[in-house]
């Protein structure tokens, strides 16, 4: 089981790039790297997922090097609404292999 | 599309009682997930079902806690007696794929259970 390391806490600015770093020096070759955001009283969301390289969607960016001990969720352009508990996940979906760690709160200020 | 849907919504009861919770996962997806969220504790996974068959119930508590999933459509977490460590915002996840996949898996907004 893979575990994940990432700061418990960021703050940033509306209009402003954000990048949540998420260690994972164990991750096996057939993990994946998920991450989900969630907002109070919601539950988590997905926002994007990679194996390896580069993943971009309408909503973030994923960085993954070539060793993948790490991966770099990318926000562009924050806004207040951003605001929430990030969290990185290894593993395949199924079961146990795949746990929440605590995740990265998120303050996004005007 | 609808999402995993819970209800209820919020639940507040006194302990001894027994408590049933349900989550009727996305239509299609035949993996469903019970998860437990505490401030402590953070998110927890109680028991994840594949095909309405139980793959992984390490995560239940203790004897207190059962699930079900009769059909595709339905699941339930019953709590009997409660206790005020219940105390928790239960979720329900479901995705599609096989036992071990790397598709997503969607949540529902929860269930915040109380006991007195």
């Known amino acids: 089981l893979a575990k994940t390391t990432q700061p418990i806490s960021m703050d940033s600015y509306e209009g402003q790039e954000v990048n949540i770093t998420c260690s994972h020096n164990?991750?096996?070759?057939?993990?994946?790297i998920t991450w989900y955001q969630q907002f109070p009283s919601q539950g988590p969301r997905f926002i994007i997922q990679?194996?390896?390289t580069k993943v971009t969607n309408e909503v973030a960016s994923l960085f993954i090097p070539a060793d993948r001990k790490s991966s770099t969720l990318s926000l562009p352009r924050v806004s207040l609404s951003d605001t929430a508990v990030y969290y990185c996940?290894?593993?395949?979906?199924?079961?146990?292999?795949?746990?929440f760690g605590g995740g990265t709160r998120l303050m996004v200020k005007p | 599309d609808a999402g995993v849907i819970q209800s209820p919504r919020h639940e507040v009861t006194e302990m001894g009682q027994e408590v049933t919770l349900r989550c009727k996962p996305i239509s299609g997806h035949n993996s469903l997930f019970w998860y437990r969220q505490t401030m402590m504790r953070g998110l927890e996974l109680l028991i994840y079902f594949n095909n309405n068959v139980p793959i992984d119930d390490s995560g239940m508590p203790e004897d207190r806690f059962s699930a079900k999933m009769p059909n595709a459509s339905f699941s339930t977490l019953k709590i009997q007696p409660s206790e005020p460590r219940d105390s928790a915002v239960y979720f329900c996840?479901?995705?599609?794929?096989?036992?071990?996949?790397?598709?997503?898996?969607?949540f529902g907004d929860g269930t915040r259970l109380s006991i007195l």
């Open positions: 996840a479901s995705r599609s794929g096989a036992v071990k996949s790397n598709q997503p898996q969607h």
């Open positions: 990679g194996y390896k």
């Open positions: 164990n991750i096996a070759t057939n993990d994946y």
């Open positions: 996940l290894v593993g395949l979906n199924a079961g146990n292999m795949l746990t």
